[in-house]
């Protein structure tokens, strides 16, 4: 008996850990935000609308940037608990790829501007 409540309470344990995995882990991959971001691109580009395509890119290049400060602070906390740095320099490869997002993201925005401003 005790060693089936045991083994009851065990389940119930690892289910209630995956459940909070999940939940933690799900904010990470938000399918539906790029869903949502994916339909109001395309209703932008089936009207032209360059502008709202700037400020879209425009708002896209600052979030990398700032995931990009985010990674930095995060390497050099890394560096002060684990000096020899496999942790920092994972942290710094994820600064440089949101940087060069964000240099993307900043050159669309630029031609849409362009663009909305009745050039080619």
Same mark, same amino acid.
Request: charged residues 35%.
């Given at each position: 008996?005790?060693? +089936?409540?045991?083994?009851?309470?065990?389940?119930?344990?690892?289910?209630?850990?995956?459940?909070?995995?999940?939940?933690?882990?799900? !904010?990470?991959? !938000?399918?539906?935000?790029?869903?949502?971001?994916? +339909?109001?691109?395309? +209703?932008?580009?089936?009207?032209?609308? &360059?502008?709202?395509?700037?400020?879209? $890119?425009?708002?896209?290049?600052?979030?990398?940037? &700032?995931?990009?400060?985010?990674?930095?602070?995060?390497?050099?906390? $890394?560096? #002060?608990? $684990? !000096?020899?740095?496999?942790?920092?320099?994972?942290?710094?490869?994820?600064?440089?790829? $949101?940087?060069?997002?964000?240099?993307?993201?900043?050159?669309?925005?630029?031609? &849409?501007?362009?663009?909305?401003?009745?050039? #080619?």
């Amino acid at each position: 008996m005790k060693s +089936e409540a045991l083994m009851t309470k065990r389940t119930m344990l690892k289910g209630l850990g995956a459940l909070a995995g999940a939940v933690l882990v799900a !904010p990470l991959f !938000p399918r539906e935000a790029r869903a949502v971001h994916s +339909e109001k691109l395309k +209703e932008m580009m089936a009207k032209d609308d &360059h502008a709202g395509l700037a400020d879209f $890119y425009k708002k896209q290049a600052d979030e990398a940037r &700032h995931k990009a400060a985010d990674m930095k602070t995060m390497a050099s906390e $890394y560096l #002060k608990k $684990y !000096p020899k740095g496999a942790y920092s320099k994972h942290c710094e490869n994820m600064a440089d790829k $949101y940087l060069e997002e964000a240099k993307e993201n900043d050159a669309l925005a630029e031609i &849409h501007s362009k663009m909305a401003k009745g050039g #080619k």
